[in-house]
């Protein structure tokens, strides 16, 4: 299990180690072909600002040459926003006092055909945690539902037993993602008081479980701005390197959501509408953290989505992102049958999915909606 | 002129479609290699729909495709795939792809072997993608594969011949074609591939990704012709070849 080699590291030891990096370990990092974690720390250190543009030129060639001149389109289907837990970033937290909503198979079909519509091939379909109302029946019903729909299901749900993934695949499950939110433990705890949620090391071990389950892909990420971005993001890719080596067999794909504030009348008092960030994160940091990762990793999908602001989007195509979501809405039944309900959190780029096609088509690339076969999970 | 089972091509290029920036410039550049086989992955495929965006753009009667199963990781998965590209694209060529693993994308020798001989059984036409592995191909080549495709280089990673001693060594005791794929990444990787006695080459991500596929296409077609050529006309003995005794072993005769 994972746990085991995170145990090793102490997050103070590593902070001090990225900052620590100077400019020659930077060019050391981009003269090599090969990347390690080292280059990686040297890469999204502080002393690898001034090197950015050497970074994007880099990044964008390596991606070109893996993945083309596509980005792969997706979109998130919110099928509850009932949730056990308290998190203090996240409009699902318990705490929030709004009315919940979970959508019926008949809703969900609803919210499937819009989707439809619009023409995507891969959902993702994201709950809050209520084990009881939304648990593995509930998903197999909501897999069994919108299965024959789509070319490719992903999931974003509360971490599960392995045998549970088992069962969810068989009904048509491709991918899960699963972000650590923070890798720093006691921040995870301030960040988790209640709820199923507040085990850490579960949730640090639910891609080995995903793993051992033969899972197809599994995405990973940090919350950014809960703590420190560049220890965070290390310990995701050392996380990442554990999980590419441990299960061969399954595909990796990264996401780095920066915080967003959320709705809600009555959320608790001392941080309406979600809390402020504790490490900012400038735009330049993200596209520096980009880039870093397509020079650690140049198989890993790099996924971008609707909290970052068009002009962001726009640039990042050519980056090193490959997916993006686009028309999202992140509150169930969103899309037609209740447009009000609560949501997770406020995006920025409220384009339509047809209007992020036409940009990607503008900067000449493909817009690729289909890139996977329910046939091929045999 | 190549046959391979009940086909016979005027071009030894053969190339794929993925990772182009338009549908458009796919067709473009494809049309410009003079390909006559173009390989389609059939996760791209929109099956059910009678108007793919991909399909439509290879609707040339000169091309033939080749569907193949990328994404499977197993001999199960690899069959099922193939029988749902014959009933989906009308053709039971097929290029049989196993790569459990996702980051360098390389093949299952033992999943591969298994399902080509299961495929043939079933009546497809196989072209197994494969590692540069003399003995595999071999035994791929009496379960009855239609042609062997030996990698030159990990997929997509422009290495060229990496693998070139074996490949000498599959060219040589060969009974079907060669096809080298996978890893060239410029006209002269392909034209040396042709040169050593490759049948033919598939090419996708050099030509799709340049900046200019049509021009690039355009110049694996006559790299690939020219490597034809230069292995019919025999090329010239290198020097490297003829040792130049300084110390002759054979003067105590004299």
């Not at chain 1, 539902?145 to 048509?172: K, W």
């Not at chain 2, 060239?184 to 040169?195: C, L, N, R, V």
Request: glycine share 6%.
């Amino acid at each position: 299990m994972f746990t085991e080699q995170f145990d090793r590291y102490e997050w103070g030891a590593v902070k001090q180690g990225i900052l620590d990096k100077t400019a020659a370990d930077v060019e050391r990092a981009l003269s090599k072909s090969q990347r390690d974690l080292e280059d990686f720390k040297a890469l999204i250190s502080p002393a690898a600002a001034p090197y950015l543009e050497e970074m994007a030129q880099l990044s964008h060639r390596l991606t070109q040459k893996r993945f083309g001149k596509v980005i792969q389109l997706y979109i998130p289907l919110y099928l509850s926003n009932e949730c056990q837990n308290i998190c203090t970033y996240c409009g699902f937290s318990f705490d929030n006092k709004i009315r919940r909503r979970t959508l019926s198979t008949g809703e969900l079909l609803t919210e499937v055909m819009a989707i439809r519509e619009m023409g995507y091939e891969h959902v993702l379909l994201v709950s809050g945690e209520a084990n009881q109302t939304v648990g593995v029946d509930y998903f197999v019903k909501a897999l069994e539902a919108v299965r024959s729909h789509f070319a490719h299901v992903s999931m974003e749900v509360q971490p599960l037993d392995q045998q549970d993934y088992a069962i969810l695949m068989e009904h048509g499950l491709n991918t899960v993602l699963v972000y650590q939110e923070t890798y720093h433990r006691e921040d995870y705890k301030l960040h988790h008081p209640k709820g199923k949620k507040s085990n850490f090391n579960y949730r640090l071990e639910t891609p080995d479980r995903l793993g051992m389950a033969g899972i197809h892909k599994i995405g990973l990420g940090t919350l950014i701005g809960l703590e420190d971005w560049r220890t965070d993001t290390w310990f995701t890719a050392l996380h990442l390197q554990y999980l590419e080596r441990t299960y061969w067999k399954t595909k990796y794909s990264l996401s780095f959501p920066r915080l967003r504030p959320f709705s809600g009348e009555e959320t608790a008092a001392d941080r309406p509408y979600g809390i402020q960030p504790k490490v900012e994160m400038t735009d330049r940091e993200l596209i520096q953290l980009i880039c870093a990762y397509r020079l650690l990793n140049e198989e890993v999908e790099l996924s971008l989505s609707t909290r970052e602001s068009p002009v962001f989007r726009d640039h990042a195509v050519r980056l090193g992102i490959t997916a993006m979501s686009a028309g999202s809405r992140t509150n169930p039944g969103g899309y037609v049958v209740d447009p009000e309900s609560l949501e997770q959190f406020e995006i920025s780029d409220d384009r339509s999915p047809a209007m992020i096609a036409e940009m990607i088509r503008r900067q000449g690339y493909e817009a690729v909606w289909k890139d996977w076969d329910q046939v091929l999970q045999g | 002129m190549l046959t391979i089972a009940d086909k016979t091509f005027h071009s030894r290029l053969f190339t794929g479609t993925g990772k182009f920036g338009s549908s458009v410039l796919m067709e473009e550049a494809i049309v410009a290699s003079g390909s006559e086989l173009v390989t389609v992955a059939l996760r791209r495929v929109e099956v059910q729909s009678q108007d793919d965006n991909i399909l439509y753009h290879l609707r040339h009667p000169h091309l033939h495709l080749l569907p193949n199963t990328s994404g499977v990781r197993n001999a199960r998965e690899a069959v099922f795939a193939a029988e749902l590209a014959r009933e989906a694209l009308g053709t039971n060529w097929l290029k049989l792809e196993i790569h459990p693993d996702p980051k360098w994308l390389l093949p299952d020798p033992i999943e591969t072997l298994a399902a080509a001989e299961e495929l043939v059984k079933r009546g497809f036409v196989i072209l197994p993608y494969i590692h540069a592995d003399p003995v595999l191909c071999k035994r791929l080549e009496e379960v009855g594969v239609a042609a062997v495709m030996p990698l030159g280089a990990p997929i997509g990673s422009n290495k060229g011949l990496k693998t070139f001693d074996f490949l000498e060594i599959i060219i040589a005791q060969s009974k079907v074609p060669v096809v080298v794929d996978a890893g060239i990444g410029a006209p002269s990787d392909a034209a040396k591939a042709m040169e050593m006695g490759a049948d033919a080459v598939l090419v996708n991500t050099a030509i799709a990704t340049s900046a200019d596929p049509v021009k690039m296409a355009k110049a694996f077609k006559l790299a690939v012709e020219s490597g034809r050529m230069a292995f019919e006309a025999r090329l010239a003995m290198t020097s490297s070849d003829r040792a130049v005794a300084s110390s002759p072993l054979t003067a105590f005769l004299d």
